[in-house]
């Protein structure tokens, strides 16, 4: 059940003092993060609602488009089309980071490969390793999963992973990490990939070498912060820019001090 927060200018106090309807659509590797973000503004602000739905960067880009979402939750930047479209209907988008995340690629819990390089998992999302025994493991046909190409997680990992490789054919795509968590689980061949916040223990996280297999490093929020971690991408909200003084107050608690130990707290790495 969606729900609905209504977000307010205010002053620094934090008080809403002028009521506006808010809506929130986008990635859903943002959407944990500001789901709290939301609730916790809403406890400060009593009269305040936001509607938080997920659905993919793109997603969450063309319903800023089209004027039926006030933010848009992007894990990847704004296209260059995308840009174009916005002026074409008089509309300037704005960015704004407000978190980062590390990406992790996940197994079956029983699966026996804990560390791939970069290049290994270029071949098996791409299609050329099929099996688990040519990365060490064992004699086990691999089950890629990843996300639709709406997602900015897809995008992300195609970019920095696959260094812009196409993924196999018939690639199994999933229309939420959610998905990818469940389907992992649940498949002892299976591979794919999440954000850090969507860790749990019935998938297994892989090791990842961005060195030819030198270094083999954990998706963790201290490797993530450290920067020992490759796979780290900044995450965004996009808004117009005539609508900034309704969007202001939430974004502003979000990159405010408390707003970021909140990022920590639900497993993202703070600004900071």
Not at 63 to 83: C, H, N, V, Y
């Amino acid at each position: 059940m969606k729900k609905t927060i209504v977000l307010a200018a205010m002053a620094a106090c934090m008080f809403v003092t002028n009521v506006f309807a808010q809506k929130i659509k986008g990635s859903d590797t943002c959407l944990p993060v500001t789901q709290s973000e939301a609730e916790n503004f809403m406890k400060k602000n009593k009269g305040a609602s936001i509607t938080v739905t997920g659905g993919g960067s793109g997603v969450g880009i063309s319903a800023l488009q089209e004027g039926t979402t006030d933010i848009a939750m992007a894990s990847r930047k704004i296209k260059f089309d995308e840009k174009v479209r916005m002026q074409k209907s008089g509309k300037t988008p704005k960015e704004v980071v407000i978190a980062y995340d590390a990406l992790a690629v996940v197994v079956h819990p029983s699966n026996k490969v804990s560390n791939l390089t970069r290049e290994q998992l270029e071949g098996i999302f791409t299609g050329k390793i099929k099996n688990w025994k040519e990365v060490g493991g064992a004699d086990m046909k691999i089950v890629a999963y990843s996300r639709e190409t709406s997602s900015g997680t897809y995008e992300f990992f195609k970019e920095s992973v696959l260094k812009n490789k196409n993924y196999m054919n018939g690639i199994l795509s999933m229309p939420a990490t959610g998905a990818i968590i469940q389907s992992v689980s649940q498949t002892k061949g299976a591979i794919g990939y999440v954000g850090l916040a969507y860790l749990n223990k019935d998938v297994k996280p892989i090791h990842v070498s961005y060195d030819s297999g030198k270094t083999f490093t954990e998706p963790s929020m201290a490797n993530a912060k450290n920067k020992t971690y490759p796979v780290v991408r900044p995450l965004f909200y996009y808004y117009e820019v005539k609508n900034e003084a309704n969007v202001k107050p939430f974004i502003d608690y979000v990159l405010s001090a408390e707003g970021q130990e909140l990022v920590k707290k639900v497993g993202y790495i703070p600004l900071k």
